[in-house]
């Protein structure tokens, strides 16, 4: 059994959003499963200097007209949700505290929904009843999560998760890692397909 | 006859060489030509509050890793030269003389030359003398090209051809634009070939 590829991604992006919709069926396909890891970008671009897309007016311009165009070149139904672009901390938490209890597999299902309930159906992911909510439909107890999600260790480990990520060479999002191999980019998810077919 | 498409690039990006050798060829295949536009990133850069990749260190580990990969993939050449990244001036100067006084297309092929001496054969493109070589394999006189570069007209059109592309909404390279459509990265070229295709 090869390792699993992981998937780093921000509730928070657009680009994240699309490759998820992509990366488990990806991998699926070379015989390998995913293994999602919540990040925030605010925090990888702290530490590396580099200036959120939305925050520079002429690339942000740009990169909503590049994700309307990618989502319909491939299908993907995406529209940017009232009050974006948001820093989202409460999502990732709640991911974190579910793998704990529930198991990783428990936890990506979780945030695939929390992705699209997101950037398609545009609620809002800050909302711990929300996140409750989406957490309930997938048969996770909303007391206990609420609780959860809220407790030290889980805001430690998300910390923590960030600064693991910056050490593996993560810098932006969607990023995924593939026997040490770097991808960076929803742009890139094709580089990662011939790379695992190179690598069974 | 449609408008011809627009190439910004910088003579010290590998990704804009990447897009060079592919760019006339893409858009020969929909009938269209392309109108080659040398810009300066660290003009646009300064503009945006971007850091430049090679400053970021993680990033620059990463697109280390990603040019390699991606060059390979493609079948294309392309060797980091001597003392790279370095900021080149020189060549958009020599390009934009010899297109006032040879036209467009020598403009082209002349860049399309420096960029191939610099990304594959590590000639060193910031040598005036290197330059004239070049341009005189393509019947440009060095004389008047090496007082050419040097005009202040010359100087001045460079400058402002670096905030005509920041009006046009340019923050990277290389950058198409086509029919009003941009297209950021080397990776964004399947993207525009597929828009051309639709437009013709």
Redo the contacts between chains.
């Keep these: 059994m090869q390792d699993d590829i992981v998937f780093y991604f921000d509730f928070a992006s657009p680009y994240a959003y699309l490759a998820a919709t992509r990366i488990d069926a990806l991998a699926a396909a070379h015989g390998r499963r995913v293994r999602w890891k919540p990040v925030l970008i605010t925090a990888l671009c702290q530490?590396?200097?580099?200036?959120l897309a939305p925050l520079?007016?002429?690339?942000w311009?740009?990169v909503q007209?590049?994700l309307e165009?990618?989502a319909q070149?491939e299908g993907i139904t995406l529209r940017l949700p009232p009050g974006f672009p948001r820093l989202l901390i409460s999502p990732g938490r709640a991911m974190l505290w579910i793998e704990r209890i529930h198991g990783q597999q428990r936890a990506a299902a979780f945030a695939a929904s929390c992705l699209r309930a997101y950037f398609v159906d545009g609620f809002d992911i800050a909302d711990a009843r929300v996140l409750a909510d989406i957490a309930a439909a997938q048969d996770v107890e909303r007391v206990p999560l609420l609780a959860g999600m809220e407790e030290g260790v889980i805001k430690e480990a998300f910390k923590q998760a960030n600064a693991q990520a910056?050490q593996e060479?993560?810098?932006?999002v969607p990023f995924v890692i593939a026997d040490g191999?770097?991808f960076?980019?929803f742009?890139?998810l094709g580089?990662l397909d011939?790379w695992l077919a190179r690598a069974v």
Aim: glycine share 14%; no cysteine.
């Design positions: 530490a590396t200097g580099a200036p520079v007016p002429l690339k311009r740009y007209r590049d165009r990618t070149a910056l060479g993560v810098f932006g191999e770097p960076w980019g742009d890139h580089q011939a």
